[in-house]
């Protein structure tokens, strides 16, 4: 549960960075937009390899290197904050979380046991959710403190330490040596931790390259591939946009009311997962699929085009209905093929890469039309995930309960 927080705190601050970035650095939204393209991409290049890795290697053995590579970047940004820096940063840190990304769930159905891991995977998502929660919270708090202790010399014992260690002018570079040190406690961790022995079960195996390029000749692959892929470019697209669309048209503080509603965005995505757990025990996954990309595309929509009131909650409402996207996408390509389960798992977490690629479109387009005709691009991959719930044609359905039966009962 402590890995699955830690991945979601290094990986969903980005958003409330980008408008310091864009002003400190003096980049366009295109460049800025380059900072999650080199967190992403690492997504895009190491699932697959991290997957033959953890065949090769012990779960340990990965999650150590994992976040020594994830210190040395943070440790690379904090000691020498310009912006390359920061792309070869968040390129090792994305490769960290790559790594963990892989090795986690297989740990977890062994350390929870087999009967338990339903369970402890939603608790693992409620964990990630409340990182992405808190991340944002923490950085209003030591950004708008540094910059109290500047003009006050007022300010508690971690607010004067990191005075010390940043830039003067750059407030929000505290972040990556709270980061920094994270993962170095996080090696620690996971040096000291005994750690129960894993065996893959076929579907969690990653199979030899040559099987994933068979794969990629497979019609349905291709298709849920980019269905993943237009899901988090969705999300990140989202939350690394909002707090300077809000800037930029409403007038909101980056490090108030843009970080809270980043916040919000995904606390309001981890309270949408239970509820989809709900709606997925009475109603088949591809409606409630259709029902809340549905809901989703009418909440940006408001966002961009709404007043700064219905603006500000709009966009984390998309957060709310994009919660349940991934997993039931992710089901439904399982559930769409036979076999090669494993070799499949590899091929669509690297749809990850769609976190990359979108956001990026979003800030080019937004350099070139504005920021609200580059938002506007994330409607395309909302109507492709839409038309999922239309053409999916998976082997298995989701189990439902009938309402009637029940009540018959």
Known sequence: MFVFFVISFLTNIL?????????????SKAMAAFLPFS??????????????????YSEKKIMVSAFAVA???ALLFSVYPSFPVAMLSLFLIGTGMAMLQVAINPL??????????????????????AASFLSPQLFSYLVLNLE??????????????????????LPWVSLYWIFALIALVMVVIMLVVKFPAVKLNDDEKAGALSKHAELFKNKTVILFFFGILAYVGTEQGVANWTS???YEYHGFDPRVEGADSISLFWGLLTVGCVLGLVLLKFFDSKLVLKWFTAAAILSLTAGLFGPAKISLWAF??????????????????????KDNHGAFSGILCSGILGGAVVPLIVGAIGDALGLKAGMAFIFIPLIYIFSIGF??????????????????K
Not at 15 to 27: A, N, Q, R, S, T
Not at 148 to 169: C, F, H, N, Q, W
Not at 329 to 336: E, G, K, P, Q, R
Request: glycine share 10%; hydrophobic share 50%; no cysteine.
């Open 15 to 27: 958003g409330p960075l980008i408008p310091d970035i864009i002003k400190d650095f003096e980049v």
């Open 39 to 56: 967190f992403f991409v690492a997504y895009g290049v190491f699932s697959i390899p991290a997957g033959l890795m953890i065949e090769k």
């Open 71 to 73: 210190f040395a970047g």
């Open 108 to 129: 977890l159905r062994v350390a929870g046991g087999e009967e338990h891991f339903a369970f402890n995977s939603v608790l693992g998502q409620l964990a990630f959710g």
């Open 148 to 169: 109290k202790y500047t003009e006050t010399g007022e300010a508690d014992s971690l607010i004067r330490t990191m005075s010390g260690l940043v830039p003067t002018g």
């Open 244 to 246: 300077q669309f809000l």
């Open 316 to 337: 984390p409402m998309v957060g709310f209905f994009a919660s349940v996207m991934y997993s039931v996408i992710f089901s439904l390509a399982l559930n769409s093929l």
């Open 391 to 408: 053409w999916a044609k998976p082997f298995v359905n989701n189990k439902t309960f009938s309402l009637k039966r029940i009540f018959e």
